[in-house]
């Protein structure tokens, strides 16, 4: 299984790479810096994509809304995200992503999240 994972903070990035290695040992994660590096893959190699909310130039809306219509990806694409007062969750889902993971990641959400699209 292929994950991407875009976020402009690299500590988050780390963070979340880290995790998803020592919960899923047999999992490729790339990590990308922005929306931008993101639209220039080859996205069908990508078994599910992670991506943050709030981003510079491209936010997290924005990205999803160019995977699924543009770029006709069909497969999960997760919000991770600090946005996590009430109604967020819901907000995402309703937009159409997949899933939702908050920040602080939980390694236990986040496994539960995976888990689900395996």
Same mark, same amino acid.
Do not use: C, W
């Given at each position: 299984?292929?994950?991407?994972? &875009?976020?402009?903070?690299?500590?988050? @990035?780390? &963070?979340?790479?880290?995790?998803?290695?020592?919960?899923?040992?047999? !999992? %490729?994660?790339? &990590?990308?810096?922005?929306?931008?590096?993101?639209?220039? $893959? #080859?996205?069908?190699?990508?078994?599910? !994509?992670?991506?943050?909310?709030?981003?510079?130039?491209?936010?997290?809306?924005?990205?999803?809304?160019?995977? @699924?219509?543009?770029?006709?990806?069909?497969?999960?694409?997760?919000?991770?995200?600090?946005?996590? &007062?009430?109604?967020? @969750?819901? @907000?995402?889902?309703?937009?159409?992503?997949?899933?939702?993971?908050?920040?602080?990641?939980?390694?236990?959400? $986040? #496994? %539960?999240?995976?888990?689900?699209?395996?």
């Amino acid at each position: 299984m292929n994950i991407l994972f &875009v976020d402009d903070n690299e500590l988050n @990035r780390m &963070v979340l790479e880290e995790m998803l290695e020592i919960i899923f040992p047999d !999992i %490729s994660v790339e &990590v990308y810096a922005s929306a931008d590096e993101v639209l220039k $893959l #080859q996205l069908d190699k990508y078994d599910m !994509i992670l991506s943050d909310i709030n981003m510079p130039k491209i936010d997290g809306l924005a990205l999803f809304t160019m995977l @699924r219509e543009e770029y006709h990806y069909t497969k999960p694409i997760i919000a991770v995200t600090a946005l996590a &007062v009430t109604g967020d @969750r819901e @907000r995402m889902l309703m937009h159409g992503f997949d899933d939702f993971v908050s920040k602080p990641i939980n390694m236990d959400e $986040l #496994q %539960s999240v995976i888990e689900k699209y395996i």
